[in-house]
């Protein structure tokens, strides 16, 4: 097969560079993902060993995808390639060298739940006032240490972090991070974190084993590498060393993961790392119209922080992008929801071409609720995982507590479930025991009646045999997975508690247990999976990104709803991006500086570039909160994008109608001074009009003199206003038609003064933000 058909120059030149290094640094949809595609094909069809490839991605289910067109062109040798994200390929390492660390091949692995409970606990133990230290705080700051590799000792030991901490008014991380880390390796446990904190600590201590990886990944690629952080660059530059053959592609204007320590001077170190490095740019982008990209590259031009890129397409022109408003976030997801059914059945599409993006998951709520109106399926990507959900945590604690007794974060959860009348006083005296005998909890419980009599050793007992006799389970040769997870369901009583919950949530916990073991069946099935023990399938499910779960029914056809963050790497046909507002997005939390805000406009840029024929950005007046409802303004990453390529929805004329009628719980309010009426003052706010009063006002306009509610043209779409001139008729979005009166050019702050027909009156804008269109 020609590996080389189907790519243009650049992207040909990138596959064949197979000795060295390589950075392929490229705009949105430009294929590098097509490249490492290409390039893995290519390296097995000149001979290379599969097993010497190693090839990091962003998901599981990237490298899943990545592993069947592989398949295709290349045939089985592919399974053999080890692909994957950098925590579950790394997990793998650890399981088979943990032992040069002091871990067994069974731990466990902790999740963000658990970290912060097992914190929690510390916090209390320590006497400390978990107000002051937030486990979830205290969480972040560790997590932000261990990726820039710095140990518990060297954080005790550093003023200027010490310093830090102290002006934090939380001097006692450090000492908790300590702590930390002893009960993690203690319950024979690691955190995400450690994953790669622990690589890096294996290959540094222990050349030998180090030289045994290098030696065996002769070639290694990275997806989305500007998002990779310190921790994983040292891991892979560590591994890269003997063969040099590295091979890199990453989007600078793509990196949004600082937060969690991602650095982008990963790019810039590259080059200095590695003298002889090759750089080969992509500037041609197949995904997206014209329109799109444009649009992309007016908004990421704003950015000072960049490296020069030319992106561009060949492909069509496209239509514009469209802006919807809408009264609130409910009718939000009513406007989207519609538009997708509207464009399902003029364009013939399918529901997997859709996506709406939003910035933070609580958003999905008015889209859930509006698609289902619509009868129009789709998947949440992220949000509160299936496996975080309380029963499925539950039963998954037995599974890892049979696997690794000294896992203390699953024996709290499971050793009064169902209850047995175990409460915090007796799990804190077994504790206790533990400690003072240097034993570990388990040793304590399954001995119980060496220390303790009476009722209460009894039922710790009968837990004990209950749990050796899964152990047991588990030993015998050919049990799999599946076999031992229904059992453990059933004779741990879980399953017969939530059968005998008849209520709503009850039968739904029910089915998602049935579910897990459906899943636990499918696994152990599978042709693919190698290692059918329960083990295997804990690790699989511990290091699954959110991204990577699938459809419960195994619908495919779905909407996808999900984050940006979730969305990097991924394209629609179709794609709405909600929440258009300021304070949203850019999110309020990152407001603070230049570079946040210049890593906010790096996700905006993202959230565009998923989609290949159409983009539509949506905003909402007002939206609720906190339990509030807040007025809301448009973001100002509206006002980045050429005007050129932006326009109203077509149905804003419905749209706004709709606005108009007053919702329910809402009064209408007319400023007397400035004559603009408003529907967004919530009626709790106004004591004294009841309900009824709010319906009559509903169906009555209160004030007749109110000016004539201006409704935009179909087709409205602000124009460039940079030769906006004096006697200049405009129309605005909001306040109507009128005409310019006075210019007020001072720089870059350009201000007109319009006399606004229809009883607006006069109003002094600033040009920058002013949504207006040049009639004549
Ligand atoms: N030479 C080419 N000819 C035709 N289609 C191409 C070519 N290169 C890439 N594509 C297609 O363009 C789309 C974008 O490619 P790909 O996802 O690899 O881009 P990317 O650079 O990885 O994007 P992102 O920055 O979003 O991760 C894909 O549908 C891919 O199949
Ligand atoms: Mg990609």
């Given amino acids: 097969m020609n590996y080389l058909a189907g790519l243009n120059e650049p992207q040909q030149a990138a596959v064949q560079h197979i000795t060295g290094p390589l950075m392929i640094i490229a705009g949105a949809g430009s294929g590098k993902t097509r490249v490492l595609t290409y390039r893995t094909a290519y390296l097995l069809d000149k001979g290379v060993d599969p097993f010497q490839i190693l090839l990091l991605t962003f998901t599981n289910k990237a490298a899943g995808e990545m592993r069947v067109r592989v398949e295709k062109a290349v045939g089985n040798d592919a399974k053999n390639i080890w692909m994957g994200t950098f925590h579950s390929v790394f997990a793998k390492i650890l399981r088979f060298e943990g032992k040069h660390l002091g871990y067994t091949s069974d731990f466990s692995i902790y999740d963000t739940d658990d970290s912060k409970s097992l914190l929690k606990s510390i916090i209390k133990e320590r006497g400390l006032d978990d107000k002051v230290y937030k486990p979830n705080v205290v969480f972040n700051r560790i997590s932000g240490a261990k990726n820039r590799l710095i140990g518990p000792d060297e954080y005790l030991n550093n003023p200027i972090i010490q310093a830090d901490d102290a002006a934090a008014k939380l001097p006692e991380i450090g000492s908790l991070y300590k702590l930390y880390t002893l009960r993690c390796f203690q319950a024979n446990a690691m955190d995400f974190d450690d994953l790669l904190f622990n690589t890096n600590v294996l290959f540094r201590d222990h050349p030998v084993v180090l030289d045994k990886y290098q030696r065996k990944f002769q070639y290694i690629m990275v997806d989305e590498f500007q998002d990779t952080n310190v921790s994983q660059y040292l891991i892979i530059k560590k591994l890269a060393a003997m063969h040099n053959n590295l091979a890199v592609v990453g989007d600078d204007a793509q990196s949004i993961y600082a937060f969690r320590g991602a650095n982008i001077d990963n790019i810039l170190n590259l080059e200095k790392d590695y003298p002889n490095l090759v750089t080969i740019k992509l500037e041609q982008n197949y995904r997206s119209t014209n329109s799109i990209v444009q649009a992309a590259n007016s908004v990421i031009a704003k950015n000072k922080n960049q490296l020069k890129k030319n992106v561009f397409t060949e492909n069509e022109e496209g239509s514009p992008i469209e802006l919807i408003k809408a009264a609130s976030d409910n009718e939000e997801g009513r406007l989207i929801a519609t538009n997708i059914f509207e464009a399902k059945m003029a364009l013939g599409l399918r529901n997997t071409d859709f996506a709406i993006l939003y910035r933070t998951n609580a958003q999905s709520r008015a889209f859930e609720e509006a698609l289902r109106k619509l009868n129009i399926k789709y998947r949440i990507v992220g949000g509160l995982s299936f496996y975080q959900r309380r029963e499925i945590k539950d039963l998954l604690s037995y599974l890892r507590f049979v696997i690794n007794q000294k896992d203390i974060e699953a024996f709290k959860r499971i050793i009064n479930l169902p209850k047995r009348g175990i409460g915090d006083t007796t799990i804190a005296r077994i504790e206790i025991t533990a400690a003072e005998q240097q034993k570990s909890v388990w040793e304590i419980v399954s001995n119980i009646r060496q220390y303790q009599a009476g009722r209460f050793a009894e039922t710790i007992e009968g837990f004990a045999d209950l749990i050796k006799s899964f152990i047991l389970m588990t030993q015998v040769p050919n049990k799999d997975a599946y076999e031992i997870a229904s059992h453990v369901a059933k004779a741990s009583g879980l399953l017969k508690e939530l059968h ?47 991204a990577d779960e699938e459809d419960p029914d195994g619908d495919n056809d779905r909407v996808t709803m999900m984050t940006i963050h979730g969305a990097k790497g991924l394209e629609f046909n179709h794609v709405y991006v909600a929440g258009m507002e300021e304070d949203l997005f850019p999110s309020q939390m990152m407001l603070q500086s230049r570079a946040d805000l210049e890593e906010e406009r790096r996700l905006f840029y993202v959230a565009i570039t998923r989609a290949e024929k159409k983009l539509v950005m949506s905003y909402a007046e007002s939206r609720y909160q906190y339990g509030r409802l807040k007025p809301c303004e448009p973001s100002r990453f509206l006002d980045e994008i050429d005007p050129k390529y932006l326009q109203f929805a077509r149905n804003i004329r419905r749209a706004v109608e709709e606005t108009q009628r007053v919702p329910q719980g809402f009064v209408r309010r007319v400023d007397n001074q400035s004559g603009v009426v408003s529907n967004n003052l919530p009626l709790s706010n106004k004591p004294g009009i009841s309900t009824t009063t709010s319906n009559l006002i509903q169906k009555k306009p209160v004030v007749n003199s109110a000016p004539a509610t201006y409704v935009p043209s179909p087709d409205f779409a ?59």
């Fill in 500 to 546: 005998e919950d008849k209520t709503v949530e009850g039968l739904s916990r029910y089915e998602n247990v049935q579910e897990l073991l459906n899943s636990i069946k499918q696994f152990v099935d599978n042709p693919d999976t190698e290692d059918h023990s329960l083990a295997s399938f804990l690790q699989t499910v511990s290091l699954l990104t959110t």
């Fill in 718 to 776: 602000p124009s460039d206003t940079k030769n906006l001139q004096e006697g200049d008729r405009v129309e605005h979005l909001k306040f109507g038609y009128g005409k310019v009166k006075k210019m007020d050019v001072n720089g870059n702050d350009r201000k007109a003064t319009i006399e606004f027909e229809g009883g607006v009156g006069e109003k002094t804008l600033l040009l920058s933000f002013a949504k207006l269109r040049i009639i004549s």
